[in-house]
């Protein structure tokens, strides 16, 4: 089936690349981190201190105040206003939950947005003619399929199912083929969150080394494109030297790795998966990974990340990091905006495979 190509500019990982967009007032940025880049945003003196959080809530807030003026910018060129569509499949609480947040956060911006509510038993034919239908639709924008789909649902037909350029998830075969190109695409949502994270506290990459810690094709792939590629190509790169390891890769040898490591990126699935005696002085790191535990205190359950936070923050003896990701939930927050933002701003490129 063909799909008319739209025109959408995408995200880059640097809002200073596409000043029409709420008409930012920071200048334009290169990759972080090198030689080659000069910082606007959140500006560090590069003296170390004992170790700082980065809120990933008041980051959201400024990217959220920026989409919600980019959005109004280009309705006020007489534009349709972004429309996001969300197929959501069978009862998963947890999807519910991420299913709710999305469309309160499209709202937030001035996206409109609509629920295509299925039950779990429906046929992988009837979501592929769902795609087929929207895909065709010049009043979408974008599409998003929450995941995980039941079992007899291939993901991976459904996400490549969806028109490239209205992949808002960045899942599509060809997005994620143009990003390992270092081409312009549509990127994952945690991966451009870390990216923008990155970026906008000016953390230095340019020749550093970088661990991520977790291999999965929608996370940890993603963010190691991103970091170790090369700053002076279309899609610019990190310029890092980055190392990948995964649930096989032994603790102590992990240890070793993150020990070297100038920037620690976890999204693991494994709380307490870093520890205050992994992380070398000035080190950064961010966690993006997601872990609800019992609370033996309150006796609930809570939201963590792969980090032992209180840990690493309380360890006199380390500057954990010039900059250091507060938590995963703050992290969420900004990935569902990046997703916003690369469809509000799909009126700055044509997307040409």
Known sequence: MTVPARGFSLLRGRLGRVPALGRSTAPPVRAPGGPR???????SSGVRHEAIIISGTEMAKHIQKEIKQGVESWISLGNRRP??????????PASKTYVRNKIRA??????????ILKPKDVSQEELLDITDQLNMDPRVSGILVQLPLPDHVDERTICNGISPEKDVDGFHIINIGRLCLDQH??????????WEIITRTGIQTFGKNVVVAGRSKNVGMPIAMLLHTDGEHERPGGDATVTIAHRYTPKEQLKIHTQL???????????????SDMVKEGAAVI??????????????TKLVGDVDFE????NEHLNISRKHAETSRFSNQMNLLRRKLALSLQFQEVWDP
Do not use: M, Q
């Open 37 to 43: 880049s000069a910082f606007r945003g959140f500006r």
């Open 83 to 92: 429309h996001l569509s969300i197929i959501l499949v069978g009862d998963n």
């Open 106 to 115: 499209a709202s937030a911006v001035g996206i409109c947005s609509e629920l």
């Open 185 to 194: 695409s549509l990127i994952p949502a945690t991966a451009s969150a870390v």
């Open 261 to 275: 490591a100038d920037i620690i990126i976890v999204a693991a699935g494994i709380p307490k998966l870093i520890t």
């Open 287 to 300: 966690d993006v990974g997601i872990n609800y535990v019992h609370d033996p205190v309150t006796g609930k």
């Open 311 to 314: 840990g690493c923050h309380d």
